[in-house]
């Protein structure tokens, strides 16, 4: 699966949500410091009442839609997304606005140099916690800081800072690209090193020459089957097959034939036990592992049945060779208990297997013992 860079997924949304919503506790802390400052708050009574309201409106907004968020987004995930960047947008844009309602007033000073600090601490930590989507990041800092900036220019007060507040903007919109870059490079790394570690496992897993599973994965699954069905008493059966004659196929036509037909063989297999819980494994050689949970006698034996009827009929054309070959299978099945050996399970239907064997081959055979 190739990586998707720059796409808000579901990941990129948790790491947005987590790296800035502790900033909305700063926010609420910080509003109710630059209003006591001085005594702000005294002489701008009105846009002190709606500016501190606001924010905490949005504050507790934000922090309980970061705990509700899983919950919300089982039934309205699109809309619960658009609520998240809307309230981002919401929180920099009414602090903007206070931002420039504090630098256009007439006096002021120590109440201004206040703001102006809490708002530059505010922005960079915004900044860098909307650093996974960098159109966030920028929106957040443009409504931060614009206004205040479009303001004073209007007004013409004090145009040098005006001019720093736009290189600050600019400044930070830079960092924000090269915060975003890493990012993306980053999840791009841990993204190759999943599919790398799942290609491992799937080879630990996987016969190399028939793309079956191999024999020690087959041993993993049959001790968490054995369990299973134990719990739950329902049956389980082993089926073993092994080729008949199939080492004079490697000795007569090589031993890349004898791969093309065990690739073949393997094909075959998979087309007939197709069920999600059927397990198929190369058990070693030229011998083949069939692994069914919940199966009767008589559903296992016309599986088996149908194996060998179309390994019989099967040919494989080997530089103008015709190579045709029979297997025998061997049967058996039990409800287990816990205490039970699982290998028995494994031994009787080898049993079954030598029976086959010597019976003729190319048949099916079932052990009629009891119990596992």
């Known amino acids: ?42 002489k701008h009574l009105t846009f002190s009442v709606f500016f501190l309201t606001a924010m905490l409106i949005l ?3 934000r922090i309980c839609h970061h705990y509700l968020f899983d919950r919300i987004n089982k039934r309205l995930p699109r809309l619960n997304v658009y609520i998240f960047f809307t309230s981002v947008y919401a929180t920099s844009l009414t602090w903007g ?30 900044v860098v916690a909307f650093i996974p989507s960098w159109g966030t990041s920028a929106l957040y800092n443009v409504f931060m800081l614009a206004p205040a900036a479009i303001v004073m220019y209007y007004l013409g007060i004090n145009l040098t800072l005006v001019f720093l ?25 841990e993204h ?34 054995w369990k299973a069905a134990a719990r739950n008493t329902r049956p389980l059966t082993i089926i073993i097959a092994d080729i008949d004659h199939f080492k ?48 009767d006698r008589n559903t296992a034996f016309d599986l088996a049945e149908k ?17 045709q070959a029979t297997v025998s299978l061997g049967i058996s099945s039990c409800i287990p208990e816990l205490e039970d050996k699982k290998e028995s399970l494994i031994q009787k239907a080898d049993k079954a297997l030598y029976q086959a064997k010597n019976s003729g081959r190319n048949q099916v055979v079932y052990y009629d013992g009891k119990g596992c």
């Open 59 to 61: 504050a507790v907004f």
């Open 1 to 42: 699966m190739a990586f998707k860079r720059h796409q808000i997924n579901r990941r990129v949304i948790d790491d947005l949500k987590n790296r800035s919503t502790i900033g909305m506790y700063f926010y609420i802390a910080v509003t109710v410091a630059v209003l006591a400052a001085d005594g702000f708050y005294k």
């Open 307 to 323: 194996v060998r009827s179309r390994i019989e009929s099967m040919t494989l054309s080997h530089y103008n060779h015709r190579i």
């Open 165 to 189: 507040i736009l290189l600050f903007i600019i400044y930070m919109m830079m960092i924000a690209l090269r915060g975003n870059h890493e990012y993306w490079n980053a999840l791009e790394n």
């Open 248 to 295: 004079p196929i490697n000795d007569t036509y090589g031993h890349l034939a004898g791969d093309a037909y065990l690739k073949k063989i393997a094909d075959v297999f998979s087309e007939i036990f197709k069920r999600d819980t059927d397990f198929v494994a190369r058990y070693g050689g030229e011998e083949f592992v069939f692994l069914l949970e919940n199966t």
């Open 192 to 225: 190759l090193l999943k599919l790398k570690s799942e290609e491992i496992e799937k080879i630990s897993r996987e016969d190399v020459l028939t793309g079956l599973y191999n024999r020690r994965y087959f041993d993993e699954m049959f001790n968490i089957q």
């Open 97 to 126: 606005i206070g931002f420039a309602y504090f630098m256009i007033q007439p006096g002021e000073p120590s109440s201004k140099i206040i703001m102006l600090a809490c708002t530059v601490g505010l922005n960079s930590g915004g």
